[in-house]
Protein backbone atom coordinates (compact mmCIF):
# COMPACT_ATOMS: atom_id res chain seq x y z
CA UNK A 1 0.00 0.00 0.00
CA UNK A 2 1.42 3.20 -1.18
CA UNK A 3 1.84 5.70 2.13
CA UNK A 4 0.42 8.66 0.18
CA UNK A 5 -2.95 7.03 -0.29
CA UNK A 6 -3.66 6.42 3.33
CA UNK A 7 -5.85 9.04 4.81
CA UNK A 8 -6.94 10.24 8.39
CA UNK A 9 -10.33 10.69 8.12
CA UNK A 10 -11.88 10.62 11.71
CA UNK A 11 -13.38 14.04 12.61
CA UNK A 12 -13.79 12.63 16.61
CA UNK A 13 -12.17 15.16 18.91
CA UNK A 14 -10.70 16.77 16.04
CA UNK A 15 -10.19 20.08 17.14
CA UNK A 16 -7.94 19.16 19.97
CA UNK A 17 -4.52 19.44 17.99
CA UNK A 18 -5.69 22.89 16.96
CA UNK A 19 -6.77 24.25 20.62
CA UNK A 20 -3.31 22.19 21.87
CA UNK A 21 -0.95 24.20 19.29
CA UNK A 22 -2.50 27.51 20.09
CA UNK A 23 -1.40 26.71 23.63
CA UNK A 24 2.06 25.12 22.96
CA UNK A 25 2.89 28.17 20.67
CA UNK A 26 1.67 30.74 23.51
CA UNK A 27 4.18 29.20 25.78
CA UNK A 28 6.73 29.35 24.25
CA UNK A 29 5.63 33.17 23.50
CA UNK A 30 5.23 33.95 26.93
CA UNK A 31 8.28 32.80 28.27
CA UNK A 32 10.41 34.28 25.64
CA UNK A 33 12.06 31.21 24.36
CA UNK A 34 13.03 28.98 21.23
CA UNK A 35 11.44 25.67 20.59
CA UNK A 36 14.63 24.99 19.50
CA UNK A 37 18.01 23.91 21.20
CA UNK A 38 19.53 26.18 24.05
CA UNK A 39 23.09 25.99 25.99
CA UNK A 40 22.52 22.87 27.85
CA UNK A 41 21.28 21.03 24.53
CA UNK A 42 24.95 22.39 22.98
CA UNK A 43 26.43 20.89 26.34
CA UNK A 44 24.51 17.84 26.25
CA UNK A 45 25.64 17.11 22.60
CA UNK A 46 29.46 18.03 23.40
CA UNK A 47 29.39 15.73 26.14
CA UNK A 48 27.11 12.94 24.24
CA UNK A 49 29.89 12.69 21.65
CA UNK A 50 33.17 12.65 24.57
CA UNK A 51 31.33 9.75 25.31
CA UNK A 52 31.33 8.07 22.19
CA UNK A 53 34.39 9.35 20.65
CA UNK A 54 37.17 9.52 23.64
CA UNK A 55 37.09 5.76 24.67
CA UNK A 56 37.89 5.35 20.85
CA UNK A 57 41.09 7.62 21.35
CA UNK A 58 41.96 5.95 24.17
CA UNK A 59 41.95 2.60 22.77
CA UNK A 60 43.91 3.73 20.20
CA UNK A 61 46.57 5.05 21.78
CA UNK A 62 47.03 3.66 25.13
CA UNK A 63 48.25 -0.03 25.62
CA UNK A 64 44.92 -1.51 27.49
CA UNK A 65 44.79 -4.68 29.52
CA UNK A 66 41.63 -6.71 28.39
CA UNK A 67 39.43 -5.65 31.15
CA UNK A 68 40.22 -1.98 30.40
CA UNK A 69 40.13 -2.87 26.40
CA UNK A 70 36.11 -4.12 26.79
CA UNK A 71 35.27 -1.16 29.51
CA UNK A 72 35.94 1.12 26.23
CA UNK A 73 34.12 -0.52 24.24
CA UNK A 74 31.12 -0.53 27.14
CA UNK A 75 31.14 2.83 27.42
CA UNK A 76 31.01 3.54 23.22
CA UNK A 77 27.96 1.42 23.40
CA UNK A 78 26.37 3.85 26.07
CA UNK A 79 27.70 7.20 24.04
CA UNK A 80 26.51 5.62 21.05
CA UNK A 81 22.54 5.21 22.56
CA UNK A 82 23.09 8.77 23.94
CA UNK A 83 24.35 10.53 20.23
CA UNK A 84 21.62 8.52 18.53
CA UNK A 85 18.95 9.49 20.73
CA UNK A 86 20.17 13.05 22.47
CA UNK A 87 21.79 14.51 19.19
CA UNK A 88 20.91 12.72 15.91
CA UNK A 89 17.26 12.51 16.49
CA UNK A 90 16.49 16.07 17.35
CA UNK A 91 18.55 17.33 13.99
CA UNK A 92 16.88 15.01 11.81
CA UNK A 93 13.69 15.90 13.17
CA UNK A 94 14.79 19.56 12.23
CA UNK A 95 14.44 20.80 16.43
CA UNK A 96 17.90 20.88 16.93
CA UNK A 97 18.09 24.48 15.05
CA UNK A 98 15.86 26.75 13.27
CA UNK A 99 18.21 26.75 10.72
CA UNK A 100 17.87 23.94 8.36
CA UNK A 101 21.16 24.36 7.26
CA UNK A 102 22.59 23.66 10.79
CA UNK A 103 20.21 20.60 11.77
CA UNK A 104 21.41 18.26 8.43
CA UNK A 105 24.85 19.19 8.84
CA UNK A 106 24.50 17.87 12.94
CA UNK A 107 22.21 14.95 11.27
CA UNK A 108 25.42 13.42 10.00
CA UNK A 109 26.41 12.84 12.99
CA UNK A 110 24.74 9.49 12.25
CA UNK A 111 28.06 8.20 9.62
CA UNK A 112 29.29 7.63 13.35
CA UNK A 113 26.52 5.34 13.96
CA UNK A 114 27.14 3.48 10.63
CA UNK A 115 23.66 4.50 9.67
CA UNK A 116 21.97 6.41 6.93
CA UNK A 117 20.12 10.13 7.57
CA UNK A 118 18.26 9.98 4.77
CA UNK A 119 16.77 6.33 5.41
CA UNK A 120 16.55 7.27 8.74
CA UNK A 121 14.51 10.39 8.00
CA UNK A 122 12.15 7.93 5.76
CA UNK A 123 11.18 5.50 8.20
CA UNK A 124 11.14 7.53 11.40
CA UNK A 125 9.68 10.96 10.14
CA UNK A 126 7.67 9.93 6.96
CA UNK A 127 6.50 6.42 7.97
CA UNK A 128 6.15 5.94 11.89
CA UNK A 129 5.35 9.38 12.67
CA UNK A 130 2.64 9.71 10.23
CA UNK A 131 1.37 6.64 10.66
CA UNK A 132 2.02 5.70 14.60
CA UNK A 133 1.26 2.12 14.51
CA UNK A 134 -0.94 2.02 11.34
CA UNK A 135 -0.83 -1.32 10.36
CA UNK A 136 1.33 -2.18 6.99
CA UNK A 137 2.56 1.06 6.93
CA UNK A 138 5.06 1.87 10.08
CA UNK A 139 7.80 0.08 9.81
CA UNK A 140 8.55 0.18 13.62
CA UNK A 141 6.38 -2.56 14.02
CA UNK A 142 7.31 -4.57 10.95
CA UNK A 143 10.46 -6.64 12.09
CA UNK A 144 11.11 -10.26 10.49
CA UNK A 145 7.71 -11.73 10.72
CA UNK A 146 8.98 -14.60 11.43
CA UNK A 147 10.97 -13.70 14.49
CA UNK A 148 9.06 -10.95 16.08
CA UNK A 149 5.22 -9.90 16.19
CA UNK A 150 4.64 -6.69 17.45
CA UNK A 151 1.39 -6.21 16.18
CA UNK A 152 -2.11 -8.07 16.39
CA UNK A 153 -2.91 -7.54 12.44
CA UNK A 154 0.81 -9.50 11.97
CA UNK A 155 0.69 -13.13 11.74
CA UNK A 156 1.31 -15.71 14.67
CA UNK A 157 3.43 -18.45 14.47
CA UNK A 158 4.24 -20.59 16.99
CA UNK A 159 8.08 -19.26 17.58
CA UNK A 160 6.32 -16.32 18.92
CA UNK A 161 5.06 -17.89 21.80
CA UNK A 162 8.96 -17.16 22.99
CA UNK A 163 9.38 -13.79 21.96
CA UNK A 164 8.92 -11.52 25.22
CA UNK A 165 12.15 -14.10 26.37
CA UNK A 166 14.63 -13.63 22.95
CA UNK A 167 13.40 -10.37 21.64
CA UNK A 168 16.41 -8.73 24.07
CA UNK A 169 18.75 -10.58 22.08
CA UNK A 170 17.41 -9.52 18.39
CA UNK A 171 17.08 -6.27 19.52
CA UNK A 172 21.15 -6.41 20.97
CA UNK A 173 20.96 -6.77 16.72
CA UNK A 174 19.43 -3.74 16.12
CA UNK A 175 22.33 -1.28 15.27
CA UNK A 176 25.24 -4.62 13.82
CA UNK A 177 22.03 -5.15 10.70
CA UNK A 178 21.90 -1.05 10.68
CA UNK A 179 25.49 -0.48 10.43
CA UNK A 180 25.60 -3.30 7.31
CA UNK A 181 22.82 -4.03 5.76
CA UNK A 182 19.91 -2.60 6.63
CA UNK A 183 20.45 0.37 4.90
CA UNK A 184 20.68 -1.11 1.43
CA UNK A 185 17.94 -3.25 2.02
CA UNK A 186 15.98 0.15 2.98
CA UNK A 187 16.90 2.31 -0.26
CA UNK A 188 15.69 -0.58 -2.40
CA UNK A 189 12.50 -0.86 -0.94
CA UNK A 190 11.74 3.17 -0.74
CA UNK A 191 12.94 3.49 -3.99
CA UNK A 192 10.29 1.02 -5.48
CA UNK A 193 7.39 3.10 -3.09
CA UNK A 194 8.49 6.37 -4.04
CA UNK A 195 9.93 7.77 -1.34
CA UNK A 196 13.43 8.20 -2.13
CA UNK A 197 12.48 10.96 -4.42
CA UNK A 198 10.58 12.89 -1.04
CA UNK A 199 14.16 13.51 0.07
CA UNK A 200 14.79 15.25 -3.04
CA UNK A 201 17.72 12.42 -3.98
CA UNK A 202 18.35 10.12 -7.34
CA UNK A 203 18.08 6.37 -5.97
CA UNK A 204 21.60 6.17 -7.36
CA UNK A 205 23.09 9.58 -5.58
CA UNK A 206 21.51 7.89 -1.93
CA UNK A 207 23.07 4.56 -2.60
CA UNK A 208 26.22 6.39 -3.34
CA UNK A 209 26.27 8.39 -0.18
CA UNK A 210 25.03 4.92 1.92
CA UNK A 211 28.12 3.14 0.49
CA UNK A 212 30.80 6.25 1.33
CA UNK A 213 28.95 6.71 4.68
CA UNK A 214 29.99 2.89 5.43
CA UNK A 215 33.70 3.28 4.40
CA UNK A 216 34.23 5.89 7.03
CA UNK A 217 32.23 4.25 9.54
CA UNK A 218 34.02 1.04 9.54
CA UNK A 219 37.35 3.16 8.52
CA UNK A 220 36.60 4.60 12.43
CA UNK A 221 35.98 2.27 14.36
CA UNK A 222 37.57 -1.59 12.50
CA UNK A 223 40.09 -0.50 10.46
CA UNK A 224 42.34 2.06 12.80
CA UNK A 225 41.34 0.03 16.10
CA UNK A 226 42.91 -2.46 13.90
CA UNK A 227 45.93 -0.81 12.73
CA UNK A 228 46.84 1.53 15.98
CA UNK A 229 45.85 -0.47 18.68
CA UNK A 230 47.88 -3.88 19.79
CA UNK A 231 44.64 -5.44 20.51
CA UNK A 232 44.40 -8.94 18.94
CA UNK A 233 41.64 -8.72 16.55
CA UNK A 234 39.43 -10.86 18.39
CA UNK A 235 39.33 -8.21 20.82
CA UNK A 236 38.39 -6.05 18.74
CA UNK A 237 35.63 -7.86 17.19
CA UNK A 238 34.32 -8.59 20.59
CA UNK A 239 34.58 -5.07 21.94
CA UNK A 240 32.20 -3.87 18.56
CA UNK A 241 29.76 -6.81 18.86
CA UNK A 242 29.21 -5.62 22.36
CA UNK A 243 29.12 -1.87 21.47
CA UNK A 244 26.71 -2.44 18.68
CA UNK A 245 24.74 -5.09 21.61
CA UNK A 246 24.63 -2.60 24.47
CA UNK A 247 23.27 -0.10 22.01
CA UNK A 248 20.74 -1.99 20.37
CA UNK A 249 19.31 -2.83 23.34
CA UNK A 250 19.14 0.65 25.20
CA UNK A 251 17.58 2.26 22.10
CA UNK A 252 14.48 -0.78 22.20
CA UNK A 253 14.35 -0.16 25.69
CA UNK A 254 13.89 3.21 25.33
CA UNK A 255 11.41 3.22 21.60
CA UNK A 256 9.45 -0.28 21.84
CA UNK A 257 7.68 0.87 25.68
CA UNK A 258 6.50 3.69 23.97
CA UNK A 259 4.51 2.31 21.17
CA UNK A 260 4.42 -1.72 21.37
CA UNK A 261 2.54 -1.49 25.03
CA UNK A 262 -0.91 -2.97 25.86
CA UNK A 263 -2.36 0.53 25.81
CA UNK A 264 -2.21 1.13 21.78
CA UNK A 265 -4.80 0.24 19.33
CA UNK A 266 -3.34 -0.12 16.21
CA UNK A 267 -5.56 1.37 13.87
CA UNK A 268 -5.99 -0.80 9.99
CA UNK A 269 -6.79 1.34 6.79
CA UNK A 270 -10.08 0.65 5.45
CA UNK A 271 -9.84 -0.85 1.77
CA UNK A 272 -9.68 2.91 0.47
CA UNK A 273 -6.92 3.90 2.13
CA UNK A 274 -8.68 5.75 5.04
CA UNK A 275 -7.89 5.57 8.74
CA UNK A 276 -11.01 6.37 10.73
CA UNK A 277 -8.87 8.50 13.04
CA UNK A 278 -7.86 12.25 13.39
CA UNK A 279 -3.92 12.18 13.39
CA UNK A 280 -3.10 13.52 16.30
CA UNK A 281 -5.53 11.36 18.50
CA UNK A 282 -4.37 8.62 17.04
CA UNK A 283 -0.65 9.71 18.44
CA UNK A 284 -2.31 9.83 21.67
CA UNK A 285 -3.92 6.26 22.01
CA UNK A 286 -0.73 4.60 20.29
CA UNK A 287 2.05 6.20 22.67
CA UNK A 288 2.80 6.28 25.95
CA UNK A 289 4.98 8.27 28.54
CA UNK A 290 7.34 6.59 30.87
CA UNK A 291 9.48 7.93 34.21
CA UNK A 292 8.88 11.26 33.92
CA UNK A 293 9.87 12.27 37.00
CA UNK A 294 13.11 10.76 36.10
CA UNK A 295 15.80 13.66 35.49
CA UNK A 296 18.91 11.91 35.07
CA UNK A 297 17.00 9.35 32.39
CA UNK A 298 15.30 12.04 30.60
CA UNK A 299 18.62 13.84 30.13
CA UNK A 300 20.50 11.02 28.90
CA UNK A 301 17.36 9.61 26.30
CA UNK A 302 17.13 12.88 24.70
CA UNK A 303 13.53 13.23 26.45
CA UNK A 304 12.26 10.35 24.39
CA UNK A 305 10.44 9.32 27.47
CA UNK A 306 8.36 12.14 26.82
CA UNK A 307 7.00 9.99 23.56
CA UNK A 308 3.35 12.00 23.34
CA UNK A 309 4.90 15.51 23.51
CA UNK A 310 7.62 13.94 21.31
CA UNK A 311 4.58 12.64 18.60
CA UNK A 312 2.77 15.76 18.70
CA UNK A 313 5.58 18.09 18.02
CA UNK A 314 8.80 16.33 16.47
CA UNK A 315 10.10 19.96 15.64
CA UNK A 316 10.16 21.50 19.17
CA UNK A 317 13.95 20.48 20.60
CA UNK A 318 13.42 17.83 23.48
CA UNK A 319 15.05 20.29 26.37
CA UNK A 320 11.31 21.84 26.07
CA UNK A 321 9.15 18.51 26.36
CA UNK A 322 9.14 17.87 30.48
CA UNK A 323 7.68 21.98 30.37
CA UNK A 324 5.34 21.37 27.55
CA UNK A 325 3.89 17.94 28.95
CA UNK A 326 1.57 19.67 31.83
CA UNK A 327 0.07 21.77 28.35
CA UNK A 328 -0.36 18.17 26.84
CA UNK A 329 -1.86 16.13 29.57
CA UNK A 330 -4.45 18.85 30.66
CA UNK A 331 -5.25 19.36 27.12
CA UNK A 332 -5.74 15.41 26.70
CA UNK A 333 -8.03 14.86 29.88
CA UNK A 334 -10.40 18.51 29.00
CA UNK A 335 -11.18 16.22 25.60
CA UNK A 336 -11.83 12.92 27.28
CA UNK A 337 -8.73 11.95 25.23
CA UNK A 338 -6.03 9.41 26.71
CA UNK A 339 -2.60 10.14 28.38
CA UNK A 340 -0.62 7.08 28.65
CA UNK A 341 2.11 7.34 30.80
CA UNK A 342 4.11 5.10 33.24
CA UNK A 343 5.51 6.00 36.45
CA UNK A 344 8.86 4.49 35.99
CA UNK A 345 11.20 3.29 33.13
CA UNK A 346 10.68 -0.58 34.97
CA UNK A 347 6.78 -0.41 34.76
CA UNK A 348 7.55 1.01 31.25
CA UNK A 349 9.60 -2.40 30.27
CA UNK A 350 7.36 -4.82 32.10
CA UNK A 351 4.22 -3.33 30.20
CA UNK A 352 6.11 -3.70 26.79
CA UNK A 353 7.01 -7.28 27.67
CA UNK A 354 3.78 -8.09 28.70
CA UNK A 355 2.45 -7.03 24.89
CA UNK A 356 5.29 -8.95 23.90
CA UNK A 357 3.66 -12.10 25.52
CA UNK A 358 0.30 -10.94 24.65
CA UNK A 359 1.17 -10.97 20.86
CA UNK A 360 2.85 -13.99 21.15
CA UNK A 361 0.31 -16.06 22.87
CA UNK A 362 -3.04 -14.41 21.34
CA UNK A 363 -4.08 -14.25 17.63
CA UNK A 364 -5.63 -10.48 18.51
CA UNK A 365 -3.88 -9.53 21.36
CA UNK A 366 -6.34 -7.56 23.53
CA UNK A 367 -6.63 -3.07 23.78
CA UNK A 368 -7.27 -1.57 27.09
CA UNK A 369 -9.51 0.50 25.45
Known sequence: MQHQNIRFTGTTNSDFYKVLRTRVNSYFKEKNISRHANAKMVIKTIAMLSIYLTPLVLLLTL?????????????????????????????????????????????KVMILLGGSDVNWRIQHN?????????????EDIKPPSFILRFSPHAKRNKL????????????GMMTMMWSTTKDFQQALRYKSKGLIETQKLTFQSHLFTIIIYKLIYHAL?????????????YWLLLGWLTMQFICGVILAAIFQPAHVVPTSDYPVPDESGNVDADWAVNQLYNTANFAPKDH?????????????????????????????????????LEFNLPYHSYNTFFKALKGHTKMLYDLGKYDNAPAIH
Not at 320 to 332: D, G, L, N, R
Open 63 to 107: DLSFPLYMLMWIIMGIGMAGVGLSVMHDANHGAYSKNESVNRLIS
Open 126 to 138: VLHHTYTNVADMD
Open 160 to 171: HRFQFIYAWFFY
Open 221 to 233: FIVLPLVFSDAPW
Open 296 to 332: VLTWYVGGLNYQVEHHLFPNICHVHYPKIAKIVKETA
